[in-house]
C-alpha cells in the first residue's frame, strides 16, 4: 500500500479499507477483493519470486462496493427491483437489468472513495509514468470459485488514462454488477444479489496491443486430459482471444515432461488472426484492425514463449493445488509486452468444467448408422457430444428474444450477454473464435456441443433446419443436415479387474488419443504411422527431399502451401509426425506405446503428394516393396531417416521414452539387422536411453525363425491380418476368396502358438495387435491359454475384452 493510502487507513481494519494493493491480498481475500484481484494477488506474492510476471495495481474492496451502496441509500431499490424478476423472460431480465444499472450510474461516489482511488492511480503513474494507462477490471466476490466461474460476467475497460478515466471506468464496472448475464447467473446459482460485492481491480496495461496475448489451460479443455497445457494466441490485446472474434494460433504442450527439463511441444496449429485489439487514440479505448496476410500466417510465439508460458501454467496450477489441498487445473489470461518482449500473467481462476466431472464414469456419444453426407460447415469441436435441433441465426444480441428453447444457436461470436439464451440452446456453431472463447467456455460449462471458428455457419445454414452438431468424431466439429440418430453410452469405470495380459489399444489419430486416454489400459500396442502421413502430412517423404525436381507444378504448389511456414521442406515431415507421435505417446505415458514405423504399399505411397514421381508399380503391391525392405534401400532410405528423426526427437527432445519403434513386413533376421544399423545411424540407437526395437510377427518366416528374430529384436508383436493372409496363401482384398479368411483357422492359430512359445523361451515380449481379439472373444480366450503377454485391441473392445480376460485368467489360473 502507498505511503498515503496507509496512512489514510491506519486506524482502519483490512476489511474496512476501501483500497488494497494486489501484494496486500491474497486467495484468502476473495471476500474482501473478489476472486480475480486476490488471484493476481496470490501470485504476486507467493510466485513472482519463482519468475512468474504479473502486472501490479491495486484493488477496490468490498466493502468500498457496500460503503457506496449504502452511504447513497439505493440497496432498498435495487431489492424492490428484484423482487418481480424474471429472468426466463428475457424482456423482463433486460429491463430490470438496465434499471439497477442506470441507479448505479446517476449515483456519485462518496468523496472518500474518489480520493482513495485518485491517491492509488497517482502511485502507480509515479512508478510507471504519468497517465500512465491501465486496465480497469470487475471482479465479483462470488466469482472464481471451483465449481462457478462467473468469468466475463462483468465489465473490463483497456488501455484507461488519468484520474478522471480511472473513476469512470470503476463507476461503469460497479453497475455492471448488473448485467443481464450477470444477474441471470447469479439467480440460477442461487446467489443473492445483494450478497455479492463488486470489486474493481485497475492494474498496469501490458502493451500485448504491440504483441500477442490469449488464453492457457492447465488441462486440455476437451477431454479433460490433466498432463497437456493448451495456450491459444493472436496478435494484439487479448479480449479478441477470450470474446472469440478472432480464430487464434492454438499450442499444446506435456507437462510431466517439460517440468523434466524436455521441450515436449505436442501441437502446432495456427489460427488465421484475422483481426487485432490496438490503442485507439481518439475517444474510445480500443480498436480492431486488420492483421497483415503475411503475419496471419505466421505463429505469433516463439517456441521459447510456449514453453515458458506452458511451465508457468504448471507452476500456477501446483501452487493452486497445494493452496487448496485438492487438485486444481487453471484457466488463465497472459500477454507479451511489445515493447520489452516480456510475458506476464494477468488473470488465473480455477477451471471449472473439466476438473468437476465424474472420473468413474465414461461418456461417449455415437453414430447409431453411419453417417454418408458430407457436413454442411466443420469447425472445431467444442465438447465430446452431439447435440441437435432447428437451426437459429441471430447476429445481434439485441435479438435474442427471438430463441426458443432447444434451438441451435448459430451466430459470428458470442460474448457474455447471449449468456441468458445460451443455456436454452442444443448446441451452438459460431463464425469465428478459438477453444478458448467465450462461446466453447460456456458450452462447456452448460455441457452442450459446440463448433466454433466455422467461417460461414450463418451463410450456410438456415433458420428453421433441422441439424446436427458432432463433437464426437475428432478435433474436427461438423454440422450435417437433418437430424441424425445417435446414442450415449456411459461405461462405469470403478471396480475394474487387475489382469495379467496387458490391455492395450489400438491408436491412430493424434486427435482421439487425449480422449481415448480415459479408457483403463496398459498403454498403446499400434499406432501406424500411415494415418498421420496421410491425414496430416499428406506429403511423399521424397517430394519433400526433392521439392526442387519435382516435375507436376501443381503438385508443386499444393505441396508449398502446406509447407508455406517451412524453407526446409523435411523438416514439415519430421515436425508433423513427431507431434502426431509425441501426441499419442503423451497421451498414454508413461505406458508404452509402440509405434509401427511406414508400412504403405507402392500403391498407397503413390497416392501421397508427389508420390507418383517416385514409386514403381507393381502387379501386387500387397507382397511388394513395403516395410523393412524399403528402409535401407537407396530409393528410399533418405525417406526412412525421416521417420528416423521424427522419432528420435519425440524420444530425446520432448522425453518420451515410452515410445517403442515396431519394425513391419520384415523377411528376414538379416534384413532386420539392416533397417537396426540403418536407426542408429540417425540417432535411435538400440538399447541407448532405454530405446527397444519390436518386430512384427506377421509373415510364416517370423514364427518358424521366431528364435533367430529373438536375437536381433527385443519383442514381438502379432499381426493377424497378414499372418492369416499368408497362412493361408490368400489375398484379403479379393472378393473371390475372402470367405477363406479367418483368423480362427486351426494353421493361423499353430502359428501363434508357435511364435508365442518361442518368443517366451528367449524371454522377448509378444503380444498381438491384429483385429481378431476384437472381433471373436474366442480367439482372446485362444490367447490367454497360450500365455501371450499382452492384446492391442480397437478402443471398443477394450473394456469387454478387459472382463472377459480376467474370467479366463481366473479359470485358468495363468
Not at 441451435?408 to 457474455?416: A, E, F, M, S
Request: net charge negative.
Amino acid at each position: 500500500m502507498t505511503t498515503a493510502v496507509s496512512e489514510k487507513y491506519s486506524q482502519s481494519s483490512q476489511e474496512r479499507s476501501l483500497i488494497l494493493w494486489f501484494d496486500e491480498v491474497g486467495i484468502k481475500d476473495i471476500a474482501l477483493v473478489g476472486g480475480k484481484n486476490a488471484s493476481l494477488g496470490e501470485m504476486i506474492q507467493q510466485l513472482t519470486p519463482s519468475g512468474i510476471k504479473v502486472p501490479h495495481g491495486f484493488a477496490t474492496t468490498a466493502h468500498a462496493f457496500r460503503f457506496f451502496i449504502e452511504k447513497a441509500g439505493i440497496a432498498e431499490k435495487l431489492r424492490s427491483l428484484f423482487t418481480e424478476l424474471d429472468v426466463d423472460d428475457v424482456h423482463n431480465l433486460q429491463q430490470k437489468g438496465k434499471q439497477a444499472r442506470a441507479l448505479i450510474m446517476h449515483t456519485p461516489f462518496p468523496g472518500e472513495l474518489r480520493n482513495a482511488i485518485a491517491q492509488a492511480y497517482t502511485q502507480l503513474c509515479q512508478k510507471y509514468g504519468n497517465d500512465t494507462d491501465v486496465a480497469v477490471r470487475s471482479s465479483a466476490t462470488a466469482e472464481d470459485l471451483p465449481d462457478a466461474s462467473f468469468a466475463g460476467q462483468q465489465e473490463t475497460y483497456l488501455n484507461v488514462h488519468t484520474i478522471p478515466g480511472v473513476l469512470a471506468a470503476c463507476h461503469r464496472c460497479f453497475s455492471s454488477l448488473f448485467t443481464d448475464r450477470a444477474i441471470s447467473y447469479r439467480h440460477h446459482r442461487g446467489f443473492d444479489h445483494l450478497d455479492v460485492a463488486l470489486s474493481v481491480g485497475v492494474q498496469k496495461m501490458v502493451r500485448s496491443d504491440l504483441a500477442c496475448s490469449g488464453v492457457m489451460f492447465s488441462i486440455d479443455t476437451e477431454t479433460g486430459f490433466k498432463n497437456a497445457a493448451l495456450i491459444s494466441a493472436a496478435y494484439g490485446l487479448g479480449e479478441n482471444v477470450v470474446q472469440g472474434t478472432v480464430n487464434p494460433d492454438e499450442y499444446y504442450v506435456f507437462k510431466p515432461t517439460l517440468q523434466q527439463g524436455f521441450r515436449p511441444i505436442l501441437k502446432k496449429r495456427v489460427g488465421s488472426k484475422e483481426l487485432k485489439m490496438v490503442y485507439d487514440d481518439g475517444s474510445k479505448f480500443t480498436k480492431n484492425v486488420p492483421v497483415d496476410e503475411s503475419d496471419r500466417a505466421k505463429f505469433a510465439l516463439q517456441d521459447e514463449e510456449i514453453l515458458q508460458l506452458a511451465t508457468w501454467a504448471c507452476a500456477i496450477e501446483d501452487h493452486y493445488t497445494q493452496v487448496r489441498q485438492q487438485y486444481t487445473p487453471m484457466d488463465m489470461e497472459w500477454a507479451k509486452d511489445g515493447i520489452t518482449g516480456e510475458l506476464f500473467i494477468v488473470q488465473a481462476r480455477p477451471e471449472t468444467v473439466q476438473s468437476q466431472k465424474s472420473q468413474n464414469i465414461l461418456r461417449s456419444y455415437h453414430f447409431t448408422t453411419k453417417v454418408n453426407q458430407t457436413p454442411l460447415i466443420t469447425g472445431r469441436s467444442v465438447g465430446e457430444a452431439i447435440g441437435q435441433g432447428t437451426a437459429r441465426i441471430i447476429l445481434d444480441p439485441h435479438k435474442i428474444d427471438q430463441f426458443r428453447p432447444k434451438e441451435v444457436l448459430i451466430t459470428n461470436k458470442t460474448d457474455p450477454d447471449w449468456e441468458p439464451i445460451m443455456k436454452k440452446a442444443s448446441a451452438i456453431v459460431t463464425n469465428s473464435g478459438g477453444r478458448t472463447c467465450h462461446a466453447a467456455i460456456i458450452a462447456r460449462e452448460l455441457g452442450i456441443p459446440a463448433i466454433v471458428g466455422s467461417g460461414n455457419a450463418t451463410n450456410v445454414i438456415k433458420t428453421g433446419q433441422e441439424i446436427t452438431i458432432s463433437c464426437a468424431e475428432g478435433e474436427e466439429g461438423r454440422v450435417y443436415a437433418g437430424l441424425l440418430p445417435y446414442e450415449v453410452r456411459e461405461v462405469p469405470l470403478e471396480n475394474l479387474p487387475r489382469t495379467r495380459t496387458k490391455i492395450l489399444m489400438n491408436v491412430g489419430n493424434p486427435a482421439e488419443a487425449f480422449s481415448l486416454s480415459a479408457i483403463p489400459s496398459d498403454g498403446v500396442g499400434l499406432a501406424r504411422l500411415e494415418f498421420i502421413i496421410a491425414n496430416y502430412i499428406q506429403v511423399h517423404p521424397l517430394a519433400l527431399i526433392h521439392y526442387d525436381k519435382l516435375d507436376d507444378e501443381v503438385v508443386k504448389e499444393k505441396i508449398a502451401q502446406l509447407t508455406a511456414l517451412y524453407t526446409d521442406k523435411p523438416q514439415y515431415f519430421i515436425d508433423k509426425l513427431a507431434r502426431g507421435v509425441a501426441t499419442i505417446a503423451a497421451a498414454f505415458y508413461p505406458n508404452p506405446v509402440v509405434v509401427r514405423m511406414s508400412d504403405f504399399k507402392t500403391n498407397e505411397y503413390a497416392n501421397l503428394l508427389g508420390g507418383r514421381q517416385f514409386e514403381p508399380k507393381e502387379e501386387n503391391p500387397m507382397l511388394g516393396w513395403r516395410g523393412a525392405s524399403r528402409y535401407y534401400d537407396e530409393r528410399y532410405r533418405d525417406a526412412y531417416a525421416l521417420e528416423c528423426l521424427a522419432l528420435k526427437r519425440v524420444r530425446d527432445d520432448m522425453g518420451l521414452t515410452n515410445v517403442i519403434p515396431m519394425i513391419p513386413f520384415c523377411r528376414t533376421p538379416e534384413e532386420g539387422k539392416r533397417v537396426i544399423a540403418e536407426m542408429a545411424k540417425h540417432g535411435l540407437e538400440q538399447g541407448k536411453n532405454g530405446l527397444q526395437v519390436y518386430v512384427m510377427c506377421e509373415l510364416p518366416s517370423n514364427v518358424i525363425m521366431a528364435e533367430e528374430f529373438s536375437q536381433v529384436f527385443d519383442g514381438f508383436s502379432i499381426g493377424s491380418n497378414d499372418l492369416t493372409q499368408l497362412t493361408l496363401g490368400l489375398d484379403r482384398d479379393s472378393n473371390l476368396v475372402a470367405h477363406l479368411f479367418d483368423e480362427r483357422n486351426q494353421g493361423v492359430k499353430r502359428m501363434v502358438q508357435m511364435a508365442i512359445a518361442t518368443a517366451k523361451k528367449n524371454h522377448r515380449k509378444i503380444g498381438i495387435c491384429g483385429q481378431a481379439p476384437s472381433d471373436y472373444p474366442e480367439f482372446a480366450k485362444f490367447l490367454v491359454e497360450q500365455g501371450i503377454d499382452s492384446m492391442s485391441l480397437n478402443p471398443d473392445s477394450v473394456l469387454k475384452t478387459l472382463l472377459m480376460v480376467a474370467e479366463q485368467e481366473a479359470r485358468y489360473e495363468v
